[in-house]
């Protein structure tokens, strides 16, 4: 081999050796590379979101209890508390949301033909979804514990038959990407009407609680045959029954500091059915589920006015209602 051949062979070699060390990259080898850097940068910042919310449940709201009373003036709800623990250290944003059986969001719902609807409780850190109804949102610190307040808040009023009224519903708690950081939350809401009844005595027929309340029937001078009639204005949940009492067993006493047998005799009727007034009495009624409920007519007549001491006669009658 000549001089000159052999320092072009030396010349390869270093060639050779220097492609086998440094290695150009091709366009799919860069492409790679790039799909790689991305994916690492991806996987890097969803453990970070996870480190981030990492969520405990504290506190479950399994049962939830509506005591109903449809004759009740003021507002009824159910407590709805949600206790939660943050156990990473940046802020979880959460977005809490009910659903049925099926999936699908329940923002209200009817319970024996009660409207309920659920609301955040005042003061207690939850917002109100403005775009998306029956959704709430909640900020937990890192590394705080919490409680997310709502109430079942009765929005419809009605009146069921007595009984219990429930629907099983889900929670969700999931982040502001609408993934689930807990399982659902199974939640019964129920509500609870108990047997009620009311009496109203009234001089008018009408709906319940209408035209002037009557305490006293007064016959003035009184007369053989005499009538005066007042309305008895009844509203129940469920069948009921209107018991009469009569003090004097269906006789007016006169009043005074001299005592006397003298009396005056009257009769009632309560809807055209006569009562017995020497003992108690009793009438079943089934009044329809409203608020109005139903009147009933109550007549009372005086019986013979003849030869009674003068004076003042005076009988009481106990009138009450209870539900079955």
Not at 99 to 105: F, I, L, M, T
Request: include cysteine; proline fraction near 5%; glycine fraction near 8%.
């Amino acid at each position: 081999m000549s001089a000159k051949s052999e320092r072009l062979s030396r010349r390869r070699s270093r060639r050779a050796a220097a492609n086998r060390q440094a290695p150009r990259l091709t366009w799919s080898d860069t492409a790679t590379l790039a799909i790689a850097l991305a994916l690492a940068a991806l996987l890097t910042l969803m453990a970070s979101n996870a480190r981030a919310c990492d969520l405990a449940l504290s506190q479950s709201p399994s049962t939830v209890v509506i005591n109903y009373n449809p004759f009740a003036i003021g507002p009824s709800s159910g407590a709805i508390d949600l206790g939660l623990k943050n156990q990473g250290d940046e802020a979880c944003e959460l977005r809490l949301s009910f659903v049925d059986d099926g999936g699908a969001a329940v923002s209200s719902l009817a319970l024996g033909g009660v409207g309920v609807q659920f609301r955040p409780r005042e003061a207690s850190g939850l917002q109100t979804s403005d775009v998306e109804p029956g959704v709430f949102h909640y900020t937990l610190a890192g590394k705080a514990t919490g409680q997310a307040q709502l109430d079942a808040a009765i929005v419809v009023d009605a009146v069921p038959d007595a009984g219990t009224y429930a629907s099983d519903l889900k929670l969700l708690v999931e982040d502001a990407d609408g993934t689930a950081l807990l399982a659902p939350i199974p939640v019964r809401m129920q509500l609870v009407s108990t047997p009620r009844a009311q009496l109203n005595l009234a001089g008018a027929a009408g709906a319940f609680g209408s035209g002037s309340s009557v305490e006293v029937v007064d016959f003035g001078d009184a007369a053989t045959g005499l009538t005066r009639r007042i309305f008895v204005q009844v509203r129940a949940n469920a069948p009921s029954v209107i018991s009469i009492k009569s003090q004097h067993g269906g006789v007016m006493r006169r009043q005074g500091d001299v005592e006397t047998e003298s009396s005056v005799p009257y009769a009632v009727e309560l809807d055209g059915a006569v009562v017995d007034l020497t003992a108690p009495w009793t009438k079943d009624v089934d009044p329809p589920r409203t608020l109005a409920g139903m009147s009933l007519p109550m007549l009372f007549t005086l019986g013979e006015v003849k030869g009674q001491m003068a004076g003042r006669y005076q009988d009481v009658l106990a009138i009450d209602i209870s539900p079955h």
